[in-house]
């Protein structure tokens, strides 16, 4: 009995040694009725299967057979492994496989939609071609969107989305270490959590509902629940209709929320801490991730320091002033200031990740805890990655009859949101939290230019599928 092996893992430890190998065709070139050679391809990995008529007992009716097989289709190959004198080109793995027995397990159309080496090249890679004159597919993004189970099979997208996967697990363990407790709340919802227009309404057996724009509220009421400290990892929902570069209708939300003991800093010092072990585990641990997402994508490792910086929105807006730029001291930044003021501080304190505390009370949601010494500011913070937000925090109001006046002035219906603000009654610690959006992280870890590559099926504006 054979035992299966990875692609990934065929070395020259193995010369000699039969294996079992399972794969997709990614090219297949006829040398002559007697000869053909196989790329197969798993997930990153790549390797050369030879087929040589009189070798291993190969025909030429499997040599033609082989000479048939469609790009992408799903073959088990095996063959003994075989040590060649010089570099194979075009292949991850530097060994071969003299093939014995080849099995089509499930063949794909031969008219794909996508070619994967198209799929994967390059911008500078496509220049240079055609500044060399030769032709190459350049595939847009709404085609792979559309194709998208072809789309992720590039090295690059499997990379990304293994990243994925790390993230959310580090934010995991981290959490769990620090004695959060991993909860699930309601993704239907008879009011809005942050307010506004941007939700998808629907009817919920004759009541009026709408798709949770965030576990805000619900991971409020835990802690009123005595759940000191909690995390979720789930799907959050919101209608706007910003088609941007940034924007998703549906993302994945990693949210945290937690006793304050006494400062809203005990929250940023959790971020703190939980994003440099996110960084570091990335950095250590998918170093061939990185480098095959690098070479479609070309990008700069992210730099951070060892204690993330924090700086208070005054303080930026200062930054800002310096460099000319005049923004409302009590206002909001936008993308580009917000872009300015990551650069002003990558450039001044040699960081790309930071946080910025203290912003202004009016543009943060109902239930953030104003500054005890200045109610203009609050005990809010976001935090960025190169120039732009991927988490926003605050301390929240804990007192009922204060979060119900806010809620009114704020323009929320409160009836609508009536079991939140009860649940503020029967005495809750002061407590604060944050929200992350899972895509944002990896795109900006990666300097990647677009959400949609970090969201395996993207829902925007104008697309429902695949
Ligand atoms: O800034 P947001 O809306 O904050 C909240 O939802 C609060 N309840 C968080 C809290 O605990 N105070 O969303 C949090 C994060 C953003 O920083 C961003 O990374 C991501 O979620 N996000 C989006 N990601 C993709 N598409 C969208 N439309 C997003 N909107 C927010």
Redesign the pocket.
Known sequence: ELKWTEVKSLSSDLKDQEVLVRGRVQAVRAVSKKMAFVVVREGLFTVQCVLMVAKEKVSEQMVKFANALSRESIVDIEGVISVPGEPIKGTSQQVEIQVRKIYCINRAISTLPINIEDAARSDAEIEEALKDGKQLVRVNQDTRLNYRVLDLRTPANQAIFHLSSEVEHEFRVFLRSEHFRGIHTPKTMGGTS?GGAAVFRFDYKGQPACLAQ?P?LHKQMSISGDFRRVFEVGPVF?A?DSFTH???CE?T?L?VEMEIKAHYSEVMDIVDRLFVAIFDHLNENCQGELEAISRQYPFQPLKYLRKTLQLTFPEGIQMLKEAGIEVDPLGDLNTETERKLGELVRDKYDTEFYILHRYPSAIRPFYTMPCYDNASYSNSFDVFIRGE??????QRIHDHEFLTKRAEACGIDVKTIATYLDSFKYGTPPHG?????L??VVMLFCNLNN?RKTSQFPRDPQRLAP
Do not use: K, P
Not at 389 to 394: L, V
Not at 433 to 437: E, M, R, T
């Open positions: 942050e965030s805000q919101r706007e940034r924007h998703l993302f939300g949210d937000e991927i988490i926003s925090g605050a939290g944050f929200g992350v959006g895509e944002r959400i």
